[in-house]
């Protein structure tokens, strides 16, 4: 949500895209669609050890049972279930999944622009933040959906002056429970709190310099060095990836052209995430990228091959079939993927087998 602009768009696409979606690129797949109408790819997609085959097949649910909206971001927890969340203001924005597919639960209505979703802690003891732009409000949950703490705009920062500017679209959880909010629709601040919500400091804000954010969309906690923990941020309507201290200093900065990133994902060595989209907004687009320790893209399922020409990365090219504006990814513990989508004709999430 870069501008004005922006917002209008994102309104159209989501008032028009339903009512279109039957007849555009794979018929049959719009809320109506039963597991039974959805023929699978047989085919498999990415790139070296990251290939995949696809099953769209594998979320279907009953639309009037088990609506959904446009579909932002999923996590695994310690039981092996999956959890999603999905807009709307008359359907449960939390969809609880088994890796089979189906639907164990839902639940909470609080949050209409459901977005961002993180999950720590440990056993029973597990719980979840999730973002709500709609309502300016960031909320830690339990797993069943018990509001422990809600946090609204941080008043110790200058840059806020309303509720309504304070826009939250992700969290990144610490060990110690602080944890960073991630303004990435709003002013662009990353705020940092202690466990119990109380403000400790903040950095970022709008801006093209090294340590400002063109939408921070997403952030995670890179541990793969483990003696030196980073940040690593998005700044999405720039295409790359920043990554900082964990007190807000910038260390570097990974461009990534023609990549509208959602959120970084760690998963092993690599580095996973969902671009959105490469060239337009106003039609389907996307793909998964998978970077490598030296932060280079080894795989694109969904996308051509990943091609550099004197280190820069060319900017990839969707392939046309595979998805409609993927907006995370999930990696289980078989290095399966698991993908929901935003504005795509209220599709249900997408599994990706690894071959």
């Not at 959602?262 to 687009?285: L, M, Q």
């Not at 996307?286 to 280190?311: C, E, F, H, Q, R």
Request: aromatic share 10%.
């Amino acid at each position: 949500m870069k501008s004005n602009k922006n917002n209008k768009r994102r309104s159209f696409i989501k008032k028009s895209v339903a009512g279109v979606s039957a007849s555009i690129i794979i018929p049959g797949y719009a809320c109506g669609s039963t597991k039974s109408k959805l023929k699978p790819m047989k085919e498999t997609i990415g790139h070296g050890d990251f290939t995949y085959t696809v099953d769209k097949n594998w979320g279907v649910q009953d639309p009037s049972k088990i609506p959904v909206n446009d579909c932002h971001e999923m996590v695994l927890d310690s039981k092996g279930r999956i959890l999603m969340t999905t807009t709307g203001d008359n359907n449960n924005n939390i969809i609880v999944y088994d890796k089979s597919g189906k639907v164990l639960t839902s639940w909470g209505t609080e949050f209409p622009g459901a977005h961002g979703l993180s999950i720590a802690g440990e056993g029973s003891d597990q719980f979840l933040f999730i973002t709500d732009p709609n309502t300016h409000q960031v909320h830690k949950t339990t797993l069943d959906g018990k509001i422990i703490m809600t946090l609204e705009r941080p008043k110790e920062v200058d840059g806020y002056t309303s509720n309504e500017q304070f826009l939250p679209t992700e969290t990144a959880i610490m060990p110690n429970g602080d944890f960073y909010v991630a303004d990435g629709y709003g002013q662009n601040y990353i705020i940092k709190y202690n466990a119990k919500g109380e403000y400790l400091s903040h950095f970022g804000g709008k801006g093209e310099g090294a340590d400002k954010f063109n939408c921070c969309h997403g952030i995670t906690l890179d541990t793969r060095d483990a003696a030196n923990p980073t940040l690593l941020i998005t700044s999405r309507a720039s295409q790359e990836f920043k990554r900082f201290t964990l007190d807000g200093k910038h260390l570097e900065t990974i461009p990534l052209p023609g990549c509208s990133i959602c959120r970084p994902v760690i998963h092993g060595e690599n580095i996973y995430f969902a671009v959105i989209v490469t060239k337009t907004w106003d039609s389907w687009d996307g793909m998964i990228a998978i970077l490598d320790t030296n932060n280079k893209i080894v795989s694109l399922p969904g996308g051509g091959l990943p091609v550099y020409t004197d280190g820069n990365l060319t900017p990839p090219e969707f392939d046309g079939k595979t998805f409609r504006n993927p907006h995370d990814v999930l990696v289980d513990n078989d290095g399966d993927l698991y993908v929901p989508q935003w504005a795509s004709g209220k599709t249900y999430p997408i599994k990706l087998n690894r071959v």
